[in-house]
């Protein structure tokens, strides 16, 4: 896990020489607790020092002696900046293109084919996809590519609609330029990327017809009034998000994510993740390699 600024690892000696502002065990809970209730992450007594290192910063810039001023700051706050500055800092963004190939596979192959099928007999005929917690875009933009891969003629047609969705505005505008350095591109095949990147020098950017598939937006899926604006999705993908977040957040956002998904739709975790005591609405179905959440009809 990262710990030190956002994309840089450091280790627990380097923090300290950093000058962080230790957070007193009594301030904790408060601290913890309005960040569960406004971005449903959780956070433990044992990730204080990472809430440490993350939040210095943000009370030197502010001004703020103490996180009990800091939470005070945020609550009245009415612009809502530092609110979305404190996102920044305390999410993971961790990914890359082409996460989990079996799942994305069952995606392709499976999936992708099914839905198209069911959209036949619609009028409109479109087809929602969801990425909810797309963090820098290699999620939506791998949806789009791997659709573009097996039927080419959806970039014109636009029947296909990626929604990308994340809590942090800055990895959304990161998202948006859709610009990779070649780390994040290592499951990519020399001929996919030929095909779907311009190679800038050290870059590659993704081209404008999978681009022009998917739209990003800022989403915090504890928010259950904007989560019901979401219908008729076929299928979710909300993989590596759920376990940041305690139980109950958990358990609202799956039955929101529910209501969201036509009958007939899926919902794909992370292959660590599971719906075990979170929700018995959807049917678990084997799909290829992957194990994938299903809306029945
Ligand atoms: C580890 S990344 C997962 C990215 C991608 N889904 C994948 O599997 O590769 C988790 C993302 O969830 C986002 N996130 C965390 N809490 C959120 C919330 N309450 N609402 C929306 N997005 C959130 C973070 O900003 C981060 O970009």
């Known amino acids: 896990m990262l710990i030190g600024s956002k994309f840089t690892p450091v280790n627990r000696s380097t923090i300290l020489a950093r000058d962080v502002i230790p957070m007193p ?10 960040i569960a209730e406004t971005t449903g992450i959780e956070f433990k007594l044992n990730k204080k020092y990472l809430l440490e290192n993350r939040l210095s910063p943000r009370l ?18 009415q612009t809502k900046k530092e609110f979305h500055k404190l996102t920044t800092a305390i999410t993971i963004n961790e990914t890359s293109f082409l996460r989990n190939p079996p799942q994305l596979e069952a995606f392709q192959n499976i999936v992708l084919p099914k839905i198209i099928q069911a959209a036949k007999s619609r009028i409109p005929n479109t087809i929602k996809i969801w990425s909810a917690g797309c963090s820098s875009g290699e999620e939506p933009y791998s949806l789009g590519l791997l659709s573009m891969e097996k039927y080419p003629g959806l970039s014109t047609t636009k029947q296909l609609q990626i929604l990308a969705t994340d809590i942090d505005d800055e990895i959304i505008a990161k998202a948006s330029k859709g610009h990779y350095g070649q780390l994040t591109l290592r499951n990519l095949s020399p001929h996919q990327l030929n095909t779907f990147f311009k190679n800038n020098g050290t870059q590659y950017e993704i081209n404008q017809n999978i681009r022009s598939l998917v739209k990003f937006s ?3 899926l504890s928010d259950s009034a904007r989560m019901r604006l979401l219908r008729d999705i ?3 993908f909300f993989r590596n998000v759920m376990i940041y977040f305690g139980t109950e957040t958990r358990k609202k956002i799956i039955s929101n994510m529910y209501d969201s998904l036509r009958p007939g739709g899926y919902l794909f975790l992370g292959h660590s ?5 979170i929700s018995k ?7 290829g390699k992957s194990m994938v959440y299903y809306k029945e009809l």
């Open 218 to 220: 800022n989403l915090n």
């Open 273 to 277: 993740e599971s719906l075990h005591g």
């Open 281 to 287: 609405a959807f049917k678990l179905t084997n799909l």
């Open 60 to 77: 030197k810039e502010l001004g703020c002696k103490t996180y009990k001023d800091y939470i005070l700051y945020l609550k009245y706050d």
């Open 234 to 236: 076929d299928v979710i």
């Open 25 to 34: 065990d009594l301030e904790f809970p408060a601290v913890a607790a309005f």
